[in-house]
């Protein structure tokens, strides 16, 4: 019995060494970041929290009592960072530096600082902005690409629009560096990044990752109804608007581009999901929406999939006036009038 009671309460302190472990390098990542631009004011915030901690464990009468004293130390930072909001008006990138601008006529929807640029590489590109109006009337279908740079399971999602008589309209949400700021997957977990719409040319955007970046492009069609899929549009310009004026944190965890798409989704279908039921990985969305029949498609899940892969398609149309017409030769006709949501 006595033998039993003592494993017990290794294993549940091991547990709670864990997991204190844990709060604490998210609390001293969390204060280096919030620092970063100043690196010595960050290394005195890490240090400083390291040295309280220290002394928290070198003074308590008990590793019980010095692990909930740590806690109050734990609280203060988190409550602090819940505290920090997004900013407006930073100094940001040629690519991100104007923001889409929305007028609505009727049916018409007239887009401003469409982004239509032309890449040579990721850094050496001609800038366009342009503005454009769709009849929304017009909408046949909404087709979504997945973009892939090397981790397996994690892709970039783009929602493109289609249109009978013009160019798709694509929209991609991104995180919104400030200018000369790095882009790491560690720094989206902790408030470095503004979440950010990307309205564009659909050759912008699968140029700059197919050609310029080198990545695998996959381009599926989804079943949305063209009703649906207005009320997608419209939402997700709503969204895009609202951002300018109250901007929030992009996280790589919770409000990523395959998350936020969710987000818009199930709004549609008036459900609420939350995050953590979502998948973590953002490419077995892919396998969800063949399975579940929302990604339409007649063939085996392995020929559908290696029929989807865009890349060589979109070299050989990349200066052509139908670039849009010729990635889709795999795709099949609009959907009909109904649709499916994907599942929770």
């Not at 100043?38 to 400083?48: D, K, R, S, W």
């Not at 990138?93 to 401003?112: C, K, M, Y």
């Not at 608007?241 to 944190?249: G, H, I, R, V």
Request: hydrophobic content about 45%; proline content about 5%.
């Amino acid at each position: 019995m006595i033998h039993h009671i003592s494993r017990g309460k290794l294993l549940v302190s091991a547990v709670a060494a864990v997991g204190l472990a844990l709060l604490h390098g998210w609390a001293l990542l969390a204060l280096y970041f919030w620092f970063v631009s100043q690196p010595l004011a960050a290394l005195l915030a890490v240090v400083g929290y390291a040295a309280l901690l220290g002394l928290i464990f070198r003074f308590a009468r008990s590793m019980g009592h010095a692990g909930w004293t740590s806690l109050v130390l734990f609280l203060a930072v988190a409550v602090w960072w819940a505290g920090r909001k997004a900013e407006a008006g930073l100094r940001y990138p040629r690519e991100t530096e104007q923001a889409a601008r929305f007028e609505r006529d009727g049916n018409f929807l007239t887009v401003h600082a469409m982004r239509d640029f032309r890449y040579r590489t990721p850094s050496d590109f001609d800038a366009r902005w342009s503005s454009r109006t769709f009849d929304l009337d017009q909408l046949e279908a909404v087709d979504l690409f997945f973009n892939n740079w090397g981790i397996p399971d994690v892709d970039h999602v783009i929602t493109s629009f289609v249109f009978k008589d013009q160019p798709p309209l694509a929209v991609s949400i991104e995180l919104r560096a400030e200018a000369g700021e790095p882009n790491t997957l560690l720094r989206g977990f902790f408030k470095q990044y503004e979440l950010f719409y990307v309205w564009a040319d659909e050759r912008d955007l699968v140029n700059l990752r197919t050609t310029a970046r080198g990545e695998q492009v996959s381009l599926f069609r989804t079943n949305l109804t063209p009703e649906t899929g207005r009320r997608l549009l419209t939402e997700m310009a709503a969204r895009s608007s609202a951002l300018e004026e109250n901007p929030e944190f992009y996280n790589t965890l919770t409000d990523n581009c395959t998350n936020v798409i969710a987000q818009h989704v199930d709004h549609l279908k008036d459900r609420q999901v939350p995050w953590y039921r979502r998948p973590l990985r953002t490419g077995t969305y892919v396998r969800m929406g063949y399975d579940q029949g929302w990604l339409v498609h007649s063939q085996p899940w392995e020929e559908f999939r290696a029929a989807a892969l865009i890349n060589e398609r979109a070299r050989n149309a990349a200066g052509a006036a139908d670039f849009s017409r010729q990635i889709r030769s795999h795709l099949p006709a609009p959907p009909a009038s109904t649709e499916q949501y994907p599942s929770e």
